[in-house]
């Protein structure tokens, strides 16, 4: 696919710096460098040039062009670094742009990319997460996904998924043929496979979407059960307001941390009971509402007071979370025995148990050998392999049941359609739309 046009943008992130980029892609690219340096870029070598407008000496750096089909884009690319401030920089695109480019929208470097099938759709988005990621292992997973280890899973098992196609439509159209292509218990054993393949990537992509967007933990519980001490434990510093005082909390304190490497927003809560205080009121009407939103639900116990008494006020709100029991301030307490699954003891004054909490947490997740394998991977790419696996389920069923041969051929080609949609194959202009908005400008 070719674009006519050229576009510019920005490439570095705003404010000042060393050295800042503007890259153009299209075919007037070569011409806007000749009329902006006066001079003939060479291919993929760096030329020193004088950038300059009407006349005037805007500013002067390197130019680096890669001739189409070998470039990001796939188009002509050009490059200029100059000195990295933003009215430098905004003076060199607004020649640029008076020389025949248009501003680039938000994501449309990647984009051409994709149409000129330089990288898939999942590698388009994982430009973006590896960019925007906000740990060392979520830009690692981003990284995999970027060098395909998530497309090729796809693609095998499309290939797979198409070469039963082929067998089922096959037996279709040629059902009077004295030839068995294939036992019927083969077939069942492929989509057997194709189904336990599809559910180990469901599964290794639902982990890859966490560690790309990050996990939502809420602290809750009753008043001064030691809800900020733990947050404070988790910020490794005084985030929130400790007191013996009930009621110290009142509106939502919010941290972004991370545990082993997995981006997590933590999120210390008004301590939920019965009070006219009006601004408490509100405080325990907000932590309930993020008893919804998180992902995980840390509920402390003050081990010093009636137990059952707390875990009941909180069986009264109907959740479906995963969910942590911490029996706080243990320091102070008996020994608590016979813990269940999802039970820690904690004291947030002298952070023993602490580590266990930590590793709880994370084996909810994951465990870590998944996450240092884990490719990164978006809601999409999850709602499309649900998809497909709801489709392999059909056919399976179908099949068992001996229903017409055309029903599972049908099952199968809409599990491919939505398996297909993961890395673009086939992706309708609006999805597209959709995805490269949300991308930066000059990427
Ligand atoms: N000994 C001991 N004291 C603790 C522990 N955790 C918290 N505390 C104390 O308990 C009191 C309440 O702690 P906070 O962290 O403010 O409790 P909270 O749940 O945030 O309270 P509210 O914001 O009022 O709902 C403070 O005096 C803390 O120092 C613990 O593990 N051991
Ligand atoms: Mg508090």
């Not at 938000?106 to 990288?119: H, M, P, T, V, W």
């Not at 009636?306 to 008996?334: A, C, H, P, T, W």
């Not at 813990?339 to 870590?368: C, H, P, R, W, Y």
Request: charged share 25%; aromatic share 6%.
């Amino acid at each position: 696919m070719n674009n006519n046009d050229t576009i510019a943008a920005i490439a570095t992130a705003p404010g000042a710096g060393g050295v800042g980029i503007i890259r153009i892609s299209g075919p007037n690219a070569y011409t806007i460098c000749n009329k902006l340096t006066n001079k003939t870029p060479i291919p993929k070598q760096a030329t020193f040039s004088k950038f300059v407008h009407q006349g005037h000496i805007i500013d002067e750096g390197l130019v680096l062009y890669f001739p189409n089909p070998n470039s990001f884009t796939g188009e002509d690319v050009i490059e200029f670094q100059a000195h990295g401030g933003m009215v430098i920089l905004n003076m060199l695109l607004q020649a640029i742009l008076s020389y025949g480019a248009r501003q680039a929208e938000a994501g449309e470097f990647s984009k051409r990319a994709y149409l000129n099938d330089k990288i898939d759709l999942v590698q388009a988005e994982a430009i973006a997460d590896l960019i925007s990621s906000s740990t060392e292992q979520a830009a690692k997973a981003a990284q995999r996904s970027l060098q395909g280890d998530f497309s090729k899973k796809v693609e095998q098992i499309l290939y797979e998924l198409i070469s039963l196609r082929v067998w089922i439509e096959a037996a279709i159209d040629f059902p009077e043929e004295e030839i068995d292509f294939l036992a019927d218990s083969e077939k069942q054993n492929k989509m057997e496979n194709l189904h336990i393949t599809i559910k180990k990537l469901l599964n290794q992509a639902q982990q890859g979407e966490l560690l790309n967007k990050g996990v939502t933990i809420g602290i809750i519980g009753q008043p001064n059960v030691g809800k900020s001490s733990l947050l404070n434990l988790f910020t490794r510093s005084e985030t929130a307001i400790v007191s013996d005082v009930a009621g110290t909390t009142r509106d939502i304190v919010k941290e972004n941390i991370n545990i082993q490497g997995v981006p997590i927003t933590i999120i210390d809560t008004a301590g939920i009971h019965i009070t006219d205080d009006k601004i408490e009121q509100e405080g325990i009407k907000r932590a309930k509402k993020i008893l919804q939103q998180a992902d995980i639900i840390l509920q402390v116990i003050d081990t010093t007071d009636d137990r059952n008494k707390q875990l009941n006020i909180l069986s009264e709100l109907s959740f479906s979370k995963r969910k942590i029991i911490v029996y706080n301030k243990i320091d102070l307490s008996k020994k608590l025995t016979k813990l269940k699954e999802n039970e820690v003891t904690l004291s947030a004054k002298t952070k023993q148990g602490f580590d266990q909490l930590e590793s709880k947490i994370i084996s909810m997740i994951g465990n870590q050998q998944t996450i240092e394998t884990s490719f990164s991977a978006r809601s999409r790419h999850i709602n499309l392999l649900k998809q497909t696996l709801k489709n392999i389920s059909k056919a399976e069923y179908n099949f068992l049941k001996q229903q017409a041969g055309e029903l599972v051929a049908e099952d199968l080609r809409l599990a491919q359609d939505f398996l297909s949609q993961i890395t673009g194959e086939f992706t309708s202009d609006d999805l597209l739309g959709e995805i490269f908005s949300s991308f930066c400008i000059g990427k």
